[in-house]
Every structure is written in structure tokens, then in C-alpha cells.
């Protein structure tokens, strides 16, 4: 039995939150039908102009709030989980939290932390905080969630960032990575949460994890290194041979690519150097298209996606390829097939 056989686990529950839906299913199907909650914030750029994001209606949209509205995010979705799963098996459950290191606590401790006592009338669990920036976090998370998880065991896995504050908003501009109308190479700031509940039972799962992947890409947007996606190619052989198969027996992918010109040529170059059967599509969701950069929620928010398409019949095939990374060049890969 291959490592990836042997290290199986699965998905048993979703809870999410974003502009577009504060559930799994409204948001997914929001995200399906190309549905955006762009809109202009209360914030302007140098020009005077008003700065569009992807927000959730709560003002006002500054920097110093940025946790709370993590946390109002990871309530809903957290809400949302437990409305599809029984109290009771949440109770306690270990929480893997990835969050960007500008929400930990300076002093170490969990005092801004969600808990799952409101949500679940309860104590919670232990929680172990997974820091990094971007997307890639959610997947190093689920690397410690897939060694750790024990038979009749479940965890939750939490992701949940908000780019809409004026510090990150004024970070992304400074490095001339805005969406704007004299800049089309950029990106909107969004927010969103994801919570996954993860067995190693695969009775009623939504997906299982196949494999998983990373590498270091050491090209990025601020050097001269040229392109190759070495990172993104080295995280998917990974996920590929954790998985024993090929990248043509996967069905469709999903990026945490939101919107620069850089990361859908790391795409382009990964297809052109692993996918080496002819074959008439080969699908790329981009979660961002509707809810824009949700920094470190976006891979979950594309695993999220994939698994709501199996669940409701429309996913091009039964296997999907899950992408992240960070300004690092951190890279990782997930590859998930359906149970159902």
C-alpha cells in the first residue's frame, strides 16, 4: 500500500464564511455562479480614489480591527460546521488554527483566539496554532493534522484572514500589488474562513486526502530569479507520488492565484512540465474570482469549492488538485478525490 493509502484522511464536515455566503452552501454556490460582493471601502489610495474590496457589510474597515473580524468569521463558520454535525462530536475537539503571524498574540498566549464554547455551549479543545502567511499555512496545517490524527479521533482545521484593513490594504499598494484602475496586475483584498472537520473514517466524508506536497519556488515578484515554478512542480510530484498517480488522472484544479499575472504563469508552466497526456481541458478554479484575496483562507476556500461541487454533482471528475503559497515561495499541494 502506497504512503498516501496508508496516511488516508478524510473530510467529514465544512463550515464557511465569506461576503458572498456566511454557509458552505451559499457561498460555494455563489462562487459557482460568478458572484462578487465587490464594492468600494471607506479607504482611499495616493490618487484620492476610493479602494474596491470584497467585505463583509461591518464598519468601519480599519487595520487595528483586522483580528476581530478573523474571529467574527471563524464564528460563522464554526456555526455553520456545527449545524451539520452533532455537538457532541465537537466538543473538545483539537482545533489546527493557520493564521498569519500578524494575528498572533505577542505574548504567546490564546487571548484572540476563537474558542468553540459560544458556538458549542462548550470548553474547547486544545488548540495549536499554525503560523506562516498566505495559503500555504492552511496546507502546513494540515500536514500536522494528517501525522497527528488518530484512529477514532476527529480535529478541526480553522483558516480564516481579512485583507480589507487600511495596514494590509496600504502593504499591498506600497508594493504596487493593488487592484486598481492603473494597475490591472493586482489584486482585490477579501476576507473569508474556512473550518474543516477531519477523520480517519470514511463513512459519510465528504473527500479524502490523497497526497500532499511541498517545495520552495525561489523566484518571486520582487527579484530577477527567472520562473520555472520549481516550487509549485516540486510540491505537486510530491502530492503526486504521496497520491501513486499522475497529474493526468487528476480531473481539475484550484488555486489560491489571485488575480497576478505571476502565479497563472507558475500554472502554465506546471501543466507544460508535468501534464504530458493530450487531454481537451483541464480546469483551474480560482475561489478569488468572487471573493478575491483572502490571504491565508484561500486554499481552504478552494478545497471548500471542490468538495460542494462533488457533494451537488457538477465537478468535472472525481479528483481535484489544490494549490497554495505565500510571498516566501513557500509551495504546497493537496490532491483530494471524492468518497460519494
Request: charged residues 20%.
Amino acid at each position: 500500500m502506497g504512503p498516501g493509502l496508508q496516511a488516508a484522511i478524510f473530510v467529514k464536515a465544512v463550515g464557511m464564511a465569506c461576503p458572498v455566503g456566511l454557509s458552505w452552501a451559499t457561498a460555494c454556490a455563489a462562487m459557482r455562479a460568478g458572484i462578487t460582493r465587490r464594492r468600494f471601502s471607506s479607504l482611499r489610495d495616493n490618487e484620492g480614489e476610493e479602494i474596491v474590496t470584497s467585505h463583509l457589510q461591518i464598519e468601519p474597515l480599519q487595520g487595528a480591527l483586522r483580528a476581530a473580524r478573523c474571529r467574527l468569521l471563524l464564528d460563522a463558520a464554526l456555526a455553520d460546521l456545527a449545524r451539520q454535525v452533532n455537538a457532541e462530536e465537537l466538543r473538545r475537539c483539537p482545533l489546527f488554527l493557520a493564521m498569519t503571524p500578524a494575528l498572533a498574540p505577542p505574548d504567546g498566549s490564546e487571548a484572540s483566539l476563537p474558542t468553540l464554547s459560544a458556538v458549542l455551549g462548550s470548553q474547547p479543545g486544545p488548540i495549536r496554532q499554525i503560523e506562516g502567511p498566505g495559503a500555504f499555512a492552511a496546507l502546513a496545517a494540515l500536514r500536522e493534522v494528517r501525522a497527528r490524527l488518530e484512529d477514532g479521533e476527529s480535529c478541526i482545521l480553522a483558516a480564516a484572514d481579512s485583507m480589507v484593513g487600511a495596514r494590509e490594504i496600504q502593504r499591498l499598494a506600497q508594493a504596487g500589488r493593488l487592484l486598481s484602475p492603473i494597475n490591472s496586475d493586482g489584486v482585490t483584498p477579501g476576507e473569508a474562513a474556512v473550518v474543516l472537520l477531519f477523520t480517519r473514517d470514511a463513512s459519510g466524508a465528504l473527500a479524502k486526502v490523497c497526497g500532499l506536497g511541498f517545495g520552495d519556488e525561489p523566484s518571486s515578484l520582487d527579484n530577477d530569479v527567472p520562473l520555472r515554478a520549481d516550487g509549485l512542480v516540486g510540491a505537486t510530484r510530491l502530492a503526486l507520488d504521496d497520491a501513486r498517480m499522475a497529474l493526468a488522472d487528476i480531473d481539475f484544479r484550484v488555486s489560491d492565484a489571485a488575480g497576478e499575472s505571476f502565479f497563472f504563469k507558475e500554472q502554465a508552466l506546471l501543466v507544460s512540465r508535468l501534464l504530458h497526456d493530450r487531454r481537451a481541458a483541464f480546469p483551474l478554479w480560482l475561489p478569488a474570482r468572487s471573493l478575491g484575496d483572502t490571504g491565508t483562507a484561500a486554499a481552504s476556500c478552494g478545497l471548500a469549492w471542490a468538495m460542494a461541487a462533488w457533494a451537488r454533482g457538477y465537478a468535472p471528475g472525481p479528483r481535484a488538485i489544490g494549490f497554495a503559497g505565500n510571498e516566501r515561495g513557500q509551495r504546497a499541494a493537496v490532491i483530494l478525490e471524492t468518497v460519494r
